[in-house]
């Protein structure tokens, strides 16, 4: 059902081996034990769901909400909802650049290493734990678009949520790991998202002018959208004139 596991190192405590301890090593037993309950088949399924398949999802649920951006609304709400979508993306390749001097600095190895009894799905998991790209990456993909559509937003912060539990019950990260993953994503997804919608807007703004471009930012026929699909929980996009869609995020 798993992949046989590393020989766990001896003679360290968890302080030293930078492992879990305490309520974060009783919840990866736990998470991690349900795997062992099921069949292999699903335990394979969801080794690729939980290295790929989510990925994939949140990368659906933002072309979605960029098809839908592009028919709601102004045209300046268009432009300021696509440059949140563009910013998504960007901000998790961010956080995971972020992340590198993090895992240098705290250098916990994997929950498999140190502690016996754990089925692990995935193998070739050789770097640090914390914190987890993967919950860093989903996380900064579903703020960044939960800012530029709020339902959609909704679909892909429980995407999210999926990820950071499966990489528990994959037994390759501790609940920690997540937690922090996700702490980092959505930090550098709003504290550098003024910064970055200031860069940003003038780029997809002359792409919006454009002939052959303009049909990325804007639909050709626009509608009218429903209450929970124009704009985010935090008035993106609501522009008021030239460079509102910077200050709107920021807001």
């Known amino acids: 059902m798993g992949i046989p596991l590393a020989e766990p190192r001896t003679g360290l405590s968890l302080a030293q081996a930078g492992g879990g301890s305490g309520a974060d090593l009783n919840l990866l ?13 699903f335990d394979r399924i969801m080794g690729f769901v939980g290295e790929y398949g989510i990925m994939f999802g949140l990368a659906v649920v933002g072309l979605w909400a960029w098809w ?6 102004t045209a300046e709400d268009s432009t300021a909802a696509v440059t949140g979508l563009v910013w998504a993306p960007l901000a998790a390749a961010v956080a995971v650049v972020v992340n590198i001097p993090i895992r240098g600095f705290v250098e916990r190895p994997r929950p498999f290493v140190d502690h016996k009894g754990l089925e692990v799905l995935v193998a070739g998991k050789t ?12 996380m900064a993909l579903a703020v960044g678009i939960f800012l530029a559509h709020r339902r959609l937003g909704f679909a892909a912060l429980g995407l999210a949520l999926a990820e950071g539990f499966l990489r528990v019950y994959m037994g390759v990260h501790y609940p920690t790991d997540v937690i922090g993953g996700f702490a980092l994503g959505t930090a550098v997804t709003l504290l550098l998202a003024p910064l970055a919608m200031a860069l940003l807007t003038p780029v997809v703004s002359a792409i919006a002018g454009s002939r052959v471009g303009g049909v990325l ?5 626009p509608r009218s959208g429903r209450n929970g699909e124009r704009g985010g929980a935090l008035g993106l996009p609501e522009p008021r004139g030239k460079g509102a869609g910077e200050r709107d995020l920021a807001a």
């Open 29 to 41: 037993y736990d998470i991690n034990g349900l795997s062992k309950a099921a069949p292999p088949w």
């Open 217 to 221: 930012v804007r639909a050709k026929r």
């Open 68 to 73: 839908s951006v592009r028919r709601l609304g």
């Open 127 to 138: 770097d640090y734990s914390f914190v987890s790209d993967h919950s860093t990456m989903a």
